[in-house]
């Protein structure tokens, strides 16, 4: 089958064009998230060469700084949100707290925020498996000025659009904007991310699931026994069930997307609240799963429903297939 051949932009574009109201704003915020992400590609690319063309130490032969990826992703990131002229505040991972952006045109406000990971998945960089950047994108509350803490901690689903990159065997850009789930493939000759990906799907019940089963100790006896319940034998709910754990969210969790799967990562005896980000993880990637028809949860609530209290806050999370999903909360439950 032909796909059709569209570009990220006018894709965006034509998304937006169905809201008469809008401004055109929101679709070149995001194409300027998808240009930095770009830049980060080719240096995630370029990661393995550093060493081999002249680079020493922290150093590279201009002299500068040679920066760690997640470090150099961030200032990417917040530079572009910085120049492009929408965005009032920036939230990072990497940043203890929010950035504030002053206005940088007089024609139109600055009305977004924008949350970013980065670099997700940062800890596989040097071994060459798949990582990414996670951005989720909100209206600001406050009237005017540099964003304020109260327009940085919305509830998720307040969402207005959220994505991730991911830097794998191709980069891959998949974003929504409350009007289904859409994928692209960069292709590097060009420089532009084509449509591979139109309204996206996640089947509905998977045979995948994927968790970090060194932790099994120190889980609750809930997920003890729904880890064991999905590795036991049963043909007709198709177990025992695929692992797949890649260690990067993004790349998990976009393997999901495409073929069904739960992601877990639980509260465990030492980390009470799980491991993984509210605002930088877990909200975006909810949003995306919702969109795609599947499910987003603590073990209890709906992520999009929590309510943040910090920018780092951390939340178990359980994502990804409908039906999976809703077996994990039951087990949990006890
Ligand atoms: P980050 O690189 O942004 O800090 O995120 C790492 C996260 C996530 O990508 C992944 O799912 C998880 O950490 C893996 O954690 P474990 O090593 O504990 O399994
Ligand atoms: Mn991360
Ligand atoms: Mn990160």
């Known amino acids: 089958m032909i796909k059709k051949f569209e570009t990220f932009y006018r894709h965006i574009i034509e998304q937006e064009r169905k809201f008469p109201e809008a401004t055109g704003q929101l679709s070149d915020l995001i194409n300027d998230i998808a240009l930095a992400c770009k830049v ?74 924008c949350h970013f990971d980065p670099l997700d998945g940062s800890s596989n960089i040097d071994a060459n498996i798949s990582i990414g950047t996670i951005f989720s994108i909100y209206r600001r509350i406050s009237a005017r000025g540099p964003g304020t803490i109260e327009d940085c901690l919305q509830h998720g689903y307040n969402q207005v659009a959220a994505g991730y990159v991911v830097y794998g065997s191709s980069t891959i850009l998949v974003y929504t904007a409350g009007s289904g789930v859409h994928g692209f493939t960069l292709d590097p000759s060009v420089g532009e991310f084509l449509l591979s990906y139109e309204n996206m799907q996640i089947p509905k019940k998977s045979k995948i699931y994927s968790a970090n089963e060194g932790n099994y100790v120190k889980w609750s006896k809930g997920m003890q026994n729904y880890i064991d319940y999905l590795k036991s034998d049963d043909i007709k709910t198709e ?34 609240s799980g491991k ?8 975006p990637l909810a949003f995306i799963a919702e969109e795609a028809g599947g499910r987003a949860t603590d073990g209890k609530q709906r992520i999009l429903d929590i309510t943040p209290v910090g920018l780092h806050q951390r939340v178990p999370l359980f994502i990804g297939s409908e039906e999976d999903v809703i077996n994990a909360e039951k087990f949990l439950a006890g």
């Open 276 to 283: 993984l980000r509210l605002m930088y993880e877990a909200n």
């Open 239 to 272: 177990r025992p069930y695929s692992s797949r754990y890649v260690g990067s969210l993004v790349a998990d969790f976009h393997r999901n997307l495409l073929y069904g799967g739960i992601f877990m990562y639980p509260a465990d005896r030492k980390n009470k």
């Open 40 to 113: 980060v590609s080719l240096e995630v690319n370029r990661a393995g060469l550093i060493d081999i063309i002249g680079f020493t130490g922290t150093k590279n032969v201009q002299d500068e700084e040679v920066k760690k990826l997640d470090v150099y992703a961030n200032e990417i990131l917040t530079h572009a949100m910085r120049m492009g002229g929408h965005t009032c505040a920036v939230c990072s991972e990497e940043e203890e707290s929010f950035v504030p952006i002053d206005e940088v045109y007089t024609d139109y406000s600055h009305k977004y925020i």
